[in-house]
Structures are given as structure tokens and as C-alpha cells.
């Protein structure tokens, strides 16, 4: 900012921010177990409020709760709805192009959690876990896409490859880094996720990425995986869209697909819906 950072305001805390009248709008950024202690000061000063997830189930409830009755714009930062790629996704498939969803298949195989102010997402009990932290924007994808909301939800993962062998003061991270999540809506339609945290590397063995910090004894794991540098950003392509034309023995549906692709290092798709036609 040059010069002008002389002129900025500085204040001691949000609560000091919101009262000082320069803004008609906050946008809370904040650690996730922060986030409904924010919350609760915010929502009494008539502000319109843009937030990040809610830390666990209750205080995602809470927030609800409490941002029912609230005068102003209440928004959480579901932004991935808004990404070009997959508007024109969602679009496509409420414009009925490949027919009656049935099957919706997400996947993003990318690089680990980077580095944040002390660590703090490198413990669970602060992020909420890796399915809250990073996956909650797919299953909101989910439920606009598809038009419905979860009925069953079966979910398989663990942490394999990331962080076994670091300390972050007292503790090792917990962070999960894999996993399978088969959600099942209530119109019939069912959808997956397919998470991958180590799935974007670079460098080469020996390669020690700068922000890690290793155990004196390692807790164990696939070697050679987790010293190797992470990579870092991502392009994007537009949809694009593919047809099966077959017929299916004994009927006449038509299977069709769309395929959103956003390209990264490592993944291979972001969104298909499978559908069926008439």
C-alpha cells in the first residue's frame, strides 16, 4: 500500500472495528473455533456479515439460530458456487441438458493444508477436521446441484501420508488427508467425494519443505512421501461436456453425462453428474 498504509486504521479487536461506524459490512476470516464468538458480538451491532464454516455442529446451529433473526445480510463463504467452471456446471444440469440427474461425482486431489497463523490448522479440535475445513464447500455443491438434502451419509478416510512425522508444541497433527464420502439425498439421487490431501507434490527426495516441522521419533507411514515439497496453485478449464449415445439393452434411456474440469497439478475432475434421459 506504500504511503497510504500511514493512514489505515488499526483496531485492537473486531469488537472495536464494528463499533468504531467506518464499515456497513464485516467479513469474518478468522481461525474456524473463533468463528461463533465472533459471531455472537457481530450480530448485535446491525451489520451486514459475510463468514467463513462454523466450527463444529453446534456452532453451526447456533449461528443459524441466531442469523434467523438477524436484520441485516447473513452470508456464509460458499464461494465455490460462484466459480465461472462450475456456474456454467450447475446451469447445465438445471437446464435439464443431460437429462434427470441421478449420480453426482466430485473429486480434488491437491497439495496439503498450507501454512497458517500458529499452526492452528494442524490440530482437528481447531478446524473442525479436514471434512469440515476443506470438504463442506462440495457438499453444499451437492445440495444445489442436485436440488435436495442428505438423507444418509457414509464416509471412510484416515490420515496416511501428511504430517505423521511433525510436532506442532504439544501435539502431532491429526489432520485426515484421504477419504471416500458417499452422501444419498432425499429425491433419490446420491453423490461422492473423493478427496486426496498428498495427491499434488513436487521436488525430490530429500527436498524438506520450509514450513515443516519434524518429531525427534516419527509416528510412521508410507516413507518418502511426506518430506517431498508441496506445489502450490491451480488453473482452470472451462466445462466441458460429453454424450453417450448408447442404448441400453431392453429400454431406450440415453446415459449422458457433463463434465466440469477445473485443471490442477494432479486432479482428474471436478464435478460429473450422470443422468438419465426421457
Known sequence: MGTRAEVVAVFADDAALAANGLCNAMVVTTPNYTHRAVLERLFDTGLHILCEKAHTPADAAA?????????????????????????RFIARVHAGEAGHPVMLAMREHRFPFLVKV????????????TIVQKCYHYFDLMRLILRAEPVRVFCSGGQDVNHLDE???????????????????????RAMLDPSMFAGWLGEPGTIHPHRRPCAARRGGPAGRDHLQPAHGHSMAQSAATRDGRRRRGGSRRRTSITARPITNTSLSFARCAARAG
Open 118 to 129: 500458529d499452526d492452528w490448522n494442524r490440530r482437528a479440535a481447531n478446524t473442525g477436521g
Open 63 to 87: 449461528i443459524a439460530a441466531r442469523a434467523a433473526t438477524h436484520a441485516q445480510v447473513f452470508c456464509t463463504g460458499m464461494e465455490y458456487r460462484y466459480m465461472p467452471f462450475t456456474a
Open 167 to 189: 510436532c506442532y508444541g504439544d501435539h502431532t497433527p491429526d489432520i485426515i488427508d484421504n477419504s471416500y464420502t458417499v452422501v444419498d439425498f432425499a429425491n433419490g439421487t
